[in-house]
């Protein structure tokens, strides 16, 4: 066989076989996957658009901050657990595979200022409310048919990390003795790294010309861009709070650098390798996103009862240009979809002790069409101390799981999270 023939295999097969085994790779990274800020909040489910009254109101929503009326200095760090199974369908032989992370979530402080009618809060600092550190690994034969690769013995790793981070400005101020407004100005910078590692032998020589085929992709990249939020929070009576949300679309530049490479062996023991490597720069223009809750204050204040939703329609995201010539123009109208993510949480302050205890849930649909996906579902708990009516310290667990499936492959996905946040009040 040719040397040029050789080289036209190992591209076709390396493209077939990565949309086949590599799903995650035709998923737009920045798209997605929350993870959530702040400890008291995550115990709630991320229930917090009509509380918002610790530093994480930058990010849930910065109409809140005018709330603070102590100087308030506050971090928050998270770890997590990713577990996936994943297994050909039709194969009881799953592949486990974990990958454990842990990372700042959130830094900064809130300053409230003294004027004549209501309070003035302004904010400063970071929260990082997208992670991508997971894992899936992939071992069997593949089960399709009518393709080159059909019965070969897969081995498959495709590693991630990564996240992406909001630097913010805000402010908040009383309009009313019961409206609030806020907004902040954000700068968002993140980075993400994915390595997949494939290798097939044909182990059951059910082809008479290939043996082995390795291929490795590495794509990094880095974000950033510009964006802001606004908010409201009104208290309509004494006991029930509403608030309401609206995030800009964000334009992030993405630099993006990646290396391939493809390896033939065959039965004659002629092998044929090739690789390459670039980088590009493009834009993905986020879309819109508008949220709204609301709060109700029960048992003197004791009991607080809260629920969020958050409207984004993915299809509107865009591309500047497009960083393949396979994505067309209408990549996200046809493949992505709009989303309605809902978040419920409870608090109980136990009299005496200063103890407040949470639970929550979360469900945050997948943004992608034509995935067999399960919607990502979250169930939270968590508790909080206050020390002296200055500082405070709140930790929260959260159980997330879902199931995908796509070309005869499909993962199990399973993770824990530990939020632990604290803040000091002077």
């Not at 159980?399 to 009040?425: C, I, P």
Request: proline fraction near 3%.
């Amino acid at each position: 066989m040719k040397p040029a023939v050789y080289a036209t295999l190992i591209c076709l097969f390396a493209a077939v076989f990565f949309v086949f085994v590599g799903t995650a790779q035709v998923e737009e990274m920045a798209i997605g996957k929350t993870f959530g800020v702040g400890a008291r909040t995550m115990g709630m489910g991320g229930a917090s658009l009509a509380l918002s009254d610790d530093f994480t109101a930058l990010y849930w929503n910065p109409a809140g901050m005018a709330q603070i009326q102590k100087f308030e200095m506050f971090s928050s760090l998270s770890h997590n657990v990713a577990i996936a199974d994943t297994y050909f369908t039709g194969d009881a032989v799953k592949t486990t595979t974990s990958r454990s992370q842990m990372r700042l979530n959130s830094i900064g402080f809130v300053y409230p200022l003294e004027t004549r009618q209501g309070g003035l809060a302004v904010g400063f600092g970071y929260n990082r409310p997208q992670n991508f550190d997971y894992q899936t690994a992939i071992q069997g034969i593949d089960p399709g048919s009518g393709t080159d690769f059909s019965g070969f013995s897969v081995d498959e790793i495709n590693i991630n990390s990564g996240g992406i981070g909001i630097w913010s400005f805000g402010a908040s101020v009383y309009v009313t003795k019961q409206v609030l407004l806020g907004g902040s100005l954000d700068f968002w910078h993140g980075n993400s790294l994915n390595e997949l590692d494939t290798e097939a032998t044909d182990t059951l020589n059910v082809d008479n010309e290939w043996s082995r085929f390795r291929y490795d992709d590495e794509i990094d990249r880095e974000y950033s861009g510009v964006g802001g939020r606004v908010g409201l929070l009104a208290h309509l009576t004494d006991t029930i709070n509403l608030g309401v949300t609206l995030v800009a679309p964000v334009e992030l530049t993405v630099d993006e650098r990646w290396y391939q490479a493809t390896m033939d062996v065959y039965d004659d023991g002629e092998t044929a390798a090739d690789a390459a490597r670039g980088k590009q720069a493009f834009d993905i223009e986020r879309p819109f996103e508008v949220g709204a809750g609301v709060a109700v204050k029960l048992l003197n204040k004791r009991l607080i009862l809260a629920s969020d939703v958050q409207l984004t329609d993915w299809t509107q995201t865009r591309y500047d240009p497009a960083p393949a010539d396979d994505i067309p123009k209408n990549n996200f109208e046809e493949y992505y979809a709009t989303t309605l993510q809902v978040r419920l949480g409870a608090e109980y302050q136990i009299p005496i002790i200063a103890t407040h205890i949470r639970f929550g849930y979360l469900r945050d649909p997948i943004p992608f069409r034509y995935t067999e996906v399960d919607t990502h579902d979250f169930l939270t708990a968590g508790v909080g101390k206050i020390f002296e009516d200055s500082l405070k310290l709140d930790v929260t667990y959260v159980l997330g799981g879902w199931a995908q499936e796509h070309n005869d492959v499909k993962t199990e996905n399973l993770t824990h999270r530990v939020f632990m946040s604290a803040a000091y009040r002077f």
